[in-house]
Nanobody
């Protein structure tokens, strides 16, 4: 699977952004999808994930209630709607794909993902 993330940019605190990740190369609907982020000087961390059939989602506590992950299997895209952005949301955001046969909690862990996009920068200013 080839993944291309887009939609990042500069936004003021409290604002919103919608990230998009376009997938190609394999059957998109066979994959669970996740978003991770990495801030300067920090390790990559889990943000959100969605099951292959969009049946369930999971979020990091730090974004729960502010971010929403969704997917459109017909368009082979996964989205991350980010609202009420905070300074600490500044990071490079990566989308990733993991095979179907995983329990939801496993999708929090980056080593279960097989494919990664190139990342898109999100910068939140005060």
């Amino acid at each position: 699977v080839q993944l291309q993330a887009s939609g990042g940019g500069l936004v003021q605190a409290g604002g919103s952004l919608r990230l998009s990740c376009a997938a190609s190369g394999r059957t998109f609907s066979n994959y669970n999808m996740g978003w991770f982020r990495q801030a300067p000087g920090k390790e990559r961390e889990f943000v959100a994930a969605i099951r292959w059939n969009a049946g369930s989602t999971v979020y990091a506590d730090s974004v729960k209630g502010r971010f929403t992950i969704s997917r459109d299997n017909a368009k082979t895209r996964v989205y991350l709607q980010m609202n009420s952005l905070k300074l600490e949301d500044t990071a490079i955001y990566y989308c990733a794909a993991a095979t179907q046969g995983l329990i939801l909690s496993s999708l929090r862990q980056s080593h279960y993902y097989d494919y990664w996009g190139q990342g898109t920068q999100v910068t939140v200013s005060s």
